[in-house]
């Protein structure tokens, strides 16, 4: 029993896991955020959908870092990782316009 509760600790201190539940919870909230795409009639909504997608993006590039298959950091502009810096700090900004938008709306 107690190798068992050692194992479980195992598992939840790696960095797979964490992997594996960055794609699930990533691909549920992409594919939830397709599904009411078609629904959404405000400006607001459809923002949070194009978050929800650019997390799903950012998710990709972080596993495929960590598979050491591609990183989007090694591409840069004058130096500076343009690629990663727009899909990691994209979201926030999509996500204050969207709050933006909200308060807005009547």
């Known amino acids: 029993m107690m190798e068992l509760i050692i194992n479980l600790k195992d598992i939840v201190k790696s960095e797979l896991f964490f992997i594996i539940l960055d794609v699930i919870l990533c691909s549920l909230m ?36 960590y598979l050491e298959v591609f990183s989007i950091k090694d591409y840069k502009i004058d130096n500076i990782p343009i690629y990663y810096m727009a899909i ?12 933006i938008a909200i308060t807005r709306e009547k």
């Open 30 to 65: 992409a594919i939830s955020g397709i599904l009411v795409y078609g629904k959404a009639k405000k400006v607001s909504r459809l923002i949070l959908v194009m978050v929800a997608l650019f997390l799903y993006i950012g998710m990709i590039f972080r596993v495929l870092e």
């Open 88 to 99: 990691n700090y994209l979201t926030s900004l999509l996500m204050l316009f969207s709050f």
